[in-house]
């Protein structure tokens, strides 16, 4: 939108859409359990869901929310570590606005 005419010959820029980005979520793996099934599910599908995360304070209760809709856009097992718990992560792309809240 920048003209010649601009104030100060500064840029100008008109506020684009907001991208919602993406969020993981780490997880215990168990192969072929009812966890493991509905995440390779909902990769494999691409349908679109609602999701909340619920954020806990030093005390455990739950003092803030999330929600909004996205999909799962990854679901894959982490490296091997011997000695350690096996985990996946779970990638979800966020579609659309997301509310942010107290826990009330």
Known sequence: VTTLKAPGRRKMFIPGLIDGGNFTVKMN??????????????KNDGVTRSWEIHIPNA?????RKYAGDGYVSG????????GSA???????????????????
Not at 59 to 63: A, D, I, N, S
């Open 29 to 42: 793996y168990t192969g072929n359990s009812a966890a493991d099934v509905l995440c390779l599910a909902a």
């Open 59 to 63: 005390l455990g209760v739950v003092h």
């Open 75 to 82: 679901y894959a097992l982490d490296p091997l570590t011997p």
């Open 86 to 104: 096996k985990t996946a992560t779970l990638t979800v792309r966020v579609t659309g606005a997301v509310t942010e809240g107290d826990a009330t």
